[in-house]
């Protein structure tokens, strides 16, 4: 697409889709698919939050589950958007069309996660028995394949164990480390392909995951999506104690 901000073809279509939904709309229905324009929140929330969610649950598979990470992790992520050392046509200009001063506290609004309320969740769904996804299952189920390489189970050298950084909880994560429980299985598998081609930038740790995802074929990187965002987030349930 002329004037895309990005070097990916993959962001392209979804933007298509979207003008065409959008066109010969009425402004009273426009609403409906960006969301809120007035939500409270800092500077600029309310633009975030439509494709987001007011929580930062946006429902949709392409755009990212925010409420699972720390402040820390999407204010590098903002940072990286917006300076293009990390790739995203909407995500440069969503970062470029607030002000710096802003970023900090649209990361704080957002991400949810400390490490001990991670904790605290990560215990709670061991206690009622899901997020582990440790049931032995038929090899070719993707969930049991992808957690056996999460692993490194069949200990192959070629390829990383993805939970000494990553974990499936807090207390195996890296506090430093993106949190990928419960995360939307397209978006996991988008990112492991662009990690994986050389297309996925970020910040001063992002070379350590490209040298992670460099020898995964297609059906190791869906079952990896499998996987991980069948595991219970790292948040507390809505109306939850687990604080
Ligand atoms: C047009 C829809 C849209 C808008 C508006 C938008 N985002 Fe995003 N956001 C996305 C998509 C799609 C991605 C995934 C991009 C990629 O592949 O890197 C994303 C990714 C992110 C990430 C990276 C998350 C991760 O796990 O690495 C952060 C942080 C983020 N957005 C925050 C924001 C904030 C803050 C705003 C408002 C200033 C905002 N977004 C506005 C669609 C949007
Ligand atoms: C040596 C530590 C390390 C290992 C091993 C590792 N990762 Fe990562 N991973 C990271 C770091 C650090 C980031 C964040 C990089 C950035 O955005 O700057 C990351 C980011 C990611 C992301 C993007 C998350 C988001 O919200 O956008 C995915 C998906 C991911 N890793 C999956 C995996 C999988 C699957 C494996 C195993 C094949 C793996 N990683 C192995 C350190 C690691």
Not at 98 to 127: I, K, M, N, Y
């Amino acid at each position: 697409m002329p004037g895309w901000p990005s070097a990916r073809n993959d962001e392209v279509w979804p933007v298509v889709a979207f003008l065409t939904r959008v066109r010969g709309m009425r402004p009273e229905n426009y609403a409906a698919p960006v969301g809120p324009a007035t939500a409270e929140g800092p500077p600029g929330f309310g633009s975030c939050a439509g494709c987001h969610g007011i929580d930062g649950i946006s429902g949709n598979e392409r755009i990212p589950r925010l409420d699972i990470q720390t402040p820390d992790y999407l204010e590098m992520a903002l940072l990286t958007y917006r300076d293009g050392r990390r790739q995203s046509g909407y995500m440069r200009h969503a970062a470029s069309a607030v002000p710096a001063e802003t970023l900090r506290p649209l990361a704080q609004r957002f991400g949810r996660l400390s490490d001990a309320t991670a904790r605290g969740a990560g215990q709670a769904a061991r206690a009622a028995g899901s997020g582990a996804a440790g049931a032995a299952g038929a090899s070719e189920d993707p969930v049991e394949e992808g957690r056996r390489l999460a692993f490194a189970l069949d200990r192959r050298r070629d390829l990383p164990a993805c939970h000494s950084c990553h974990g499936p909880d807090a207390e195996r994560r890296r506090p430093d480390t993106p949190s990928l429980s419960g995360q939307y299985r397209g978006y996991l598998e988008t990112q492991l392909i662009l990690w994986r081609d050389g297309l996925r930038g970020g910040g001063p740790r992002a070379e350590l995951m490209s040298e992670a995802a460099r020898r995964l074929n297609d059906d190791q990187i869906a079952a990896l999506a499998a996987y991980y965002s069948s595991l219970a987030p790292e948040v507390p349930a809505a109306g939850g104690t687990a604080n």
